[in-house]
C-alpha cells in the first residue's frame, strides 16, 4: 500500500508540474520551495485573463461596421 501511495504522490506532482506550466508558471524553482506558488499561479491566470480581453477587444475592433 505504501508503494502505491508512493507511486500516486510521483504522479500527482509531475501532473501538477505540467499544468503550472500550461498556465506560464515557472514551477521548476517554486515547487521546491512551496513558497509564492499560489501568487504565481494568480498572476498567471490574470496574464491569460487580460489576453483573452484583449483579444476579445481587437475582435470587435475589427468587425465591419453597419452602415449608418
Not at 499560489?38 to 475582435?59: H, K, Q, T, V
Amino acid at each position: 500500500m505504501r508503494e502505491i501511495e508512493m507511486t500516486l504522490r510521483f504522479a500527482l506532482s509531475k501532473l501538477l508540474t505540467i499544468v503550472l506550466r500550461l498556465w506560464g508558471v515557472d514551477a521548476g524553482k517554486r515547487l521546491a520551495k512551496r513558497d509564492g506558488i499560489l501568487i504565481d499561479f494568480a498572476n498567471a491566470a490574470a496574464r491569460r485573463s487580460y489576453a483573452r480581453a484583449a483579444r476579445a477587444e481587437a475582435a470587435v475592433s475589427r468587425s465591419p461596421k453597419a452602415p449608418e
